[in-house]
C-alpha cells in the first residue's frame, strides 16, 4: 500500500510540474488540460486511499474536492473569476465541516484568533485594489480563515501525523490564495503564477494524504 501511496504521489507532482510549465509558456489549451488533470490526479488518490474515512466524512472530502475541481476550470476563463471563487468558497465550507467532525467538533479559540488575525490583516492590506469585489473576497478570507482553523484545531485535538499534514493542508491554502489575490488585484505579474498553482495543488496533496492516513494510525 505505501509503494502505491508513494507513485500516486509521485503522480501528481508530475502532472502539476507539466501543468506549471504550460502555464509558465503560456501553451493553450494544453495548461487549462493539464490542470484539471492535476486537480483529477488529486481527487483520483482521496477516492483511492482515504476510504477507511468511511460514511460521510469520505462524501463529505470528495465533494469537496470536486468544487475544487469545478474551481479550477472556472478560473481559466477570462470572466469566471467570481464563479471559480464561488466553486472555491462552497470547497472550504465542506472542508471546515469535514475537518470540525474529524476534530469533533473542539475548535481552538487561540487558532480562531490567530488565523483571523493574519486574514483580516492581509485583507485590509489588500482591500484598495478590490473595488466591488471587496465583500466577496472578505467573505473568501473570512471561510479559508476558519478552514485553516479548523486545520490546527484538528491536530491539537489528535497530534498525529495526519493531522499534521491536514493543517500544513490549510496553511498552504492560506498562501496559495494570498498569492492569487496580490497577483490579481494589487500587482499582476505572470511570475506569481507558478507559485500560485505550486502552494495550491501542495496544499490539497497534503489534505489527501493526510485524510488517507488519518484512520490508519
Request: aromatic share 16%; hydrophobic share 60%.
Amino acid at each position: 500500500m505505501q509503494a502505491k501511496v508513494f507513485l500516486h504521489n509521485v503522480l501528481i507532482v508530475l502532472v502539476a510540474l507539466l501543468a506549471i510549465s504550460l502555464a509558465w509558456f503560456s501553451i493553450d489549451p494544453y495548461y487549462g488540460y493539464a490542470k484539471a488533470a492535476a486537480t483529477l490526479v488529486i481527487v483520483a488518490f482521496f477516492l483511492r486511499f482515504a476510504r477507511d474515512l468511511g460514511g460521510l466524512n469520505y462524501v463529505l472530502g470528495a465533494v469537496a474536492l470536486v468544487f475544487c475541481l469545478v474551481g479550477d476550470v472556472a478560473l481559466l476563463f477570462d470572466n469566471g473569476f467570481l464563479a471559480g471563487l464561488s466553486s472555491f468558497l462552497i470547497g472550504h465550507l465542506i472542508f471546515v465541516w469535514l475537518f470540525s467532525r474529524l476534530a469533533q467538533g473542539a475548535l481552538s479559540w487561540f487558532a480562531v484568533i490567530f488565523v483571523f488575525a493574519i486574514g483580516a490583516g492581509y485583507y485590509i492590506y489588500i482591500s484598495a485594489g478590490l473595488a466591488t469585489m471587496g465583500l466577496p473576497v472578505a467573505v473568501y478570507v473570512s471561510v479559508i480563515s476558519l478552514m485553516a482553523a479548523w486545520g490546527i484545531s484538528l491536530h491539537k485535538q489528535l497530534g498525529s501525523a495526519a493531522s499534521l499534514l491536514i493543517m500544513l493542508g490549510g496553511f498552504s491554502f492560506l498562501i496559495s490564495d494570498g498569492v492569487l489575490s496580490y497577483n490579481r488585484f494589487i500587482s499582476p505579474d505572470p511570475l506569481w503564477h507558478p507559485v500560485v498553482l505550486s502552494t495550491y495543488w501542495l496544499s490539497l496533496a497534503f489534505i489527501v494524504n493526510g485524510l488517507a492516513k488519518i484512520k490508519a494510525e
